[in-house]
């Protein structure tokens, strides 16, 4: 293999290796290890220095030693259990080599009588001698052995000797690549090339030395990359051209006048700027993102009117039927007879469903609300101009490519998310779109009043909730969740359903996992409408209803729920303009960590200061809906160690946005880095 000089040499199946066949291939395929590039991620946890040569009269027990013998005398003594031995001396003694599980023809092979041979392993002593059981390594070339030999988190059937020949390699034939970063950001980094970051990456003395310029180089690359894709993406949406469309809000005004309250300030600043993207001739891809509660259905509703006064229909697609159906019933309320609007139910009647695609194809109906149901096949919209998307923030880049494409190239595309995300995450997540954020809560917002209490209180709680009820007020109970087993989760929860429902016969309802969709929606809807007073359930509340007579929300367990979850649930009161009450259950000794994560969130509610705090206490991985959303992990840089990187990232994308040309010069780090069809798409 000769030295190679291209890149290319990374993106090769790692059968291109000498010492790599199909198996181990397949072992390393199995970790997601596809191409040599792959490999460089795998870093060495710690090492074994096999340079110390000793003498047999200087060796240590128990530690790693490398010696240079002659081989002197076998004893294979053939009965079963016994092992194999092979004495061997230098001038100041002997030593035996034990062999358990080796044949003697292989014995006598490796080691042959009067040769002089190199052993490594572990010395021990048994009666009179040192002895080396089977040893590590065993050569008549002491150069082979006579190095530090890395110890990688092996994969099985992967032995360190293999792994050590595929990593020096790859090290010895790493292509210098062309540099792709600017000379002053290169400079940051002591102008390491990302050849010699690689190196000194698996070099045995750096070993967890996180906070190195070679470290933060090659962290910073894989930022970069991530930033551009994403930048890259949402160019080339920006690319397609639209009609724009032309309208005076003159409904929209109208609405805002007739509204009970007044819109805050950042509803009417991302009002503005979807407006501004309806009217451009550069089709929309924005995200509208705001705290559970801030208000974002009547924005994208204001939007809606306008794309229909421009002439266009609009489908607002919700990720349940009832929250579908709360969106339809918000829209009756504000567009009355100023706008026909229409629900696709999967639960009406075939003849009714029939009628509303109807008047959906011969453009009676303007605005259409529905769950996904409003992308099949066979409906076929007569003029759809805009997209409304609500609590999808579990997509991933690729899926909201898709979506994109959803429509048409006049479609206009608005993603609504509640998931507040930590800052410098925004631009590994949303990147590929624009984004509107809405801080503000409205001014009639109570605050939710957060208290901590121990289990064994649970009596001053009975008596508060039956005070509550007798005010007219509903509960949410919600139950430990126990993500290893979806079982015992409903179970907890059915056990707090018995407890309670004898308390109060004929008040409690409760939905957990076992039970299925359409029950669970019935139950939703009967809680709506004060049927019950209690609602035990685990996590699954439904994210986005609006529960306005709920002000009360109990959490048992809730050290074991991520801080961004409970914020979540939280949400679900403090909806409607009575005074409201998380009250977090735990039992009495809790650990500093966890003291802390409840303590921030009984000091704030603004869940981007939350989502931030919890990062950094859980790490990135955790936060909620991010496992689910298909953003990769990354190999090296971390959100919260390398907070800098990221902003200096953000930066460097902004500069080179600036000019088409600049993007060429990272043609080389996007290949290496997202081996995508994204990539391949763009160029
Ligand atoms: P989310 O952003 O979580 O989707 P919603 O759009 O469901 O929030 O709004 C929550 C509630 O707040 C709704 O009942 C809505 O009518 C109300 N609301 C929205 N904007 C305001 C405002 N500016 N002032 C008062 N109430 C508002
Ligand atoms: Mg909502």
Same mark, same amino acid.
């Given at each position: ?30 970790? $997601? ?23 047999? +009269? ?18 294979? /003594? ?15 003694? $002997? ?27 572990? *010395? ?37 000797? *293999? ?6 390699? @790859?090290?010895?034939?790493? /292509? ?16 390491? &090339? ?72 950042? $509803? ?29 259905? @009547? ?23 009832? !929250? ?9 309320? *504000? ?15 075939? +003849? ?82 624009? *984004? ?15 208290? &901590? ?27 430990? !969740? ?81 801080? &961004? $979850? ?21 039992? &009495? ?49 971390? /959100? ?44």
């Amino acid at each position: 293999m000769k030295n190679s000089k291209n890149y290319q040499f990374l993106l090769n199946d790692l059968t291109y290796l000498k010492g790599v066949g199909n198996k181990t291939r397949d072992l390393l395929k199995k970790k $997601q290890i596809n191409t040599i590039f792959d490999l460089l991620w795998r870093l060495p946890r710690s090492y074994t220095d096999r340079t110390q040569k000793k003498k047999i +009269s200087e060796l240590q027990i128990g530690t790693e030693t490398t010696i240079n013998v002659i081989v002197k005398k076998y004893n294979f /003594p053939r009965i079963r259990n016994l092992p194999n031995k092979v004495t061997c001396e230098d001038d100041t003694g $002997q030593i035996d080599c034990v062999f358990f599980n080796s044949k003697e023809g292989y014995i006598r092979k490796i080691l042959p009588i009067n040769q002089k041979v190199t052993i490594s392993g572990k *010395v021990k002593y048994f009666k009179t001698k040192y002895q080396i059981i089977n040893p590590t390594y065993i050569s008549e070339d002491s150069n082979f052995i006579q190095k530090i030999h890395l110890k990688y988190n092996l994969t099985e059937g992967i032995s360190e000797k *293999v792994y050590n020949k595929i990593i020096n390699q @790859i090290l010895l034939n790493l /292509p210098e690549i062309p540099e792709w970063l600017d000379d002053k950001l290169l400079n940051k980094f002591d102008n390491l &090339s990302w050849r010699q970051s690689i190196i000194l990456l698996h070099d045995p003395n750096n070993i967890k030395n996180f906070n190195k310029n070679f470290y933060q180089r090659l962290a910073f690359d894989e930022i970069l990359a991530s930033f551009l894709i994403s930048s890259e993406i949402r160019k080339k949406i920006k690319k397609i051209k639209k009609k724009n469309k032309i309208f005076k809000e003159l409904n929209s005004k109208k609405i805002i006048k007739n509204l009970d309250f007044k819109l805050t300030n950042d $509803q009417k600043e991302s009002l503005n700027q979807i407006n501004k993207d309806l009217s451009s001739k550069e089709k929309m891809f924005r995200l509208l993102q705001g705290d559970v509660g801030s208000g974002k259905t @009547i924005v994208s509703l204001l939007a809606a009117a306008n794309a229909v006064e421009s002439g266009y229909q609009v489908a607002i697609m919700a990720p349940t039927e009832i !929250l579908a159906n709360q969106h339809y019933q918000l829209g009756k309320k *504000v567009f009355k007879r100023l706008i026909d609007i229409d629900i696709l139910s999967s639960k009406a009647p075939g +003849s009714k469903k029939k009628n509303v695609i109807e008047k959906i194809q011969n453009n009676k109906t303007k605005i259409i609300f529905g769950t996904h149901a409003l992308f099949q096949k066979k409906i076929n919209y007569n003029n759809l101009g805009f997209i409304v998307i609500d609590e999808q923030h579990k997509f991933g880049v690729k899926q909201r490519k898709a979506l994109s494409d959803k429509g048409g190239k006049n479609c206009d595309i608005l993603l609504m998310s509640a998931t507040p995300i930590p800052r410098t995450l925004i631009m590994s997540i949303y990147g590929d779109m624009d *984004v509107s954020i809405i801080k503000e809560k409205p001014l009639n917002r109570k605050e939710v009043l957060t208290y &901590s209490k121990p289990i064994n209180k649970i009596n001053e709680i009975i008596k508060f909730v039956e005070k509550e009820i007798k005010n007219d007020n509903q509960i949410f109970w919600v139950c430990p !969740l126990i993500e290893e087993s979806k079982k015992i989760d409903h179970e907890s929860a059915v056990k707090k359903y018995k407890e309670l429902i004898k308390l109060f016969p004929n008040n409690v309802a409760i939905i957990h996992s076992g039970i299925d969709k359409e029950e669970k929606q019935k139950i939703l809807k009967d809680f709506l409408n004060k049927k019950y007073r209690i609602l035990v359930s685990t996590t699954i509340i439904e994210v986005g209803i609006d529960f306005p007579n709920a002000n009360i929300i109990i959490i048992e367990n809730a050290n074991k729920f991520g801080l &961004s $979850q409970l914020h979540q649930l939280r949400g679900r009161v403090g909806r409607g303009n009575k005074k409201s009450y998380c009250i977090l259950l735990f039992k &009495s000794n809790l650990s500093v960590n966890a003291r802390k994560r409840i303590n921030i969130l009984k000091s704030t509610t603004d869940g981007f200061k939350i989502a931030d705090a919890d990062m950094k206490l859980r790490g990135f991985g955790d936060i909620l809906g991010f496992k689910q959303s298909g953003i990769k992990n990354f190999k090296l840089a971390d /959100p919260v160690q390398n907070e800098d990187l990221f902003i200096l990232a953000e930066k460097e994308i902004a500069r080179i946005e600036k000019d088409e040309k600049n993007i060429d010069k990272y043609r080389t780090l996007l290949k290496l880095y997202d081996q995508v069809d994204i990539i391949n798409d763009i160029s």
